[in-house]
Nanobody
């Protein structure tokens, strides 16, 4: 069973930066897509950014584009989310996910992902 372990979440001031990391127990090249999702209290889980293992094509939610950057290290089986210029509305539990189903990476659709980490909390204070 594939395991995904996130790290890097913490409390920061608005305007600050964070680096989230997710390590997969297996080979990320076996996934169709990997990504980061987030869920704030009382809200649905939403896609933040996704990346393909091969060409490394990236896709972003409109609200984070130009502030967040997703990358992957195939050799380390790790994906990373660099978050800059954080705002209080970015506060959420951030989850790493892997798509073993074969959905469209560009859709950032929660339902396309069948492997999930436990989450790492990001809190941004104003």
């Amino acid at each position: 069973q594939e395991r995904l372990v996130e790290s890097g979440g913490r409390s920061v001031q608005a305007g600050g930066s964070l680096r989230l990391s997710c390590t997969f127990s297996g080979n990320i090249s076996s996934f169709f897509c990997m990504g980061w999702f987030r869920q704030a209290p009382g809200k649905e889980r939403e896609g933040v950014a996704t990346i393909t293992p091969g060409p490394g094509s990236t896709y972003y939610a409109r609200v984070v584009k130009d502030r967040f950057t997703i990358s992957r290290d195939n050799a380390e089986n790790t994906i990373v989310l660099h978050m800059n210029n954080l705002a209080p509305e970015d506060s959420a539990m951030y989850y790493c996910a892997g798509d073993g189903i074969g959905g469209s990476c560009s859709d950032l659709n929660v339902n396309d992902f069948d492997y999930w980490g436990q989450g790492t909390q990001v809190t941004v204070s104003s």
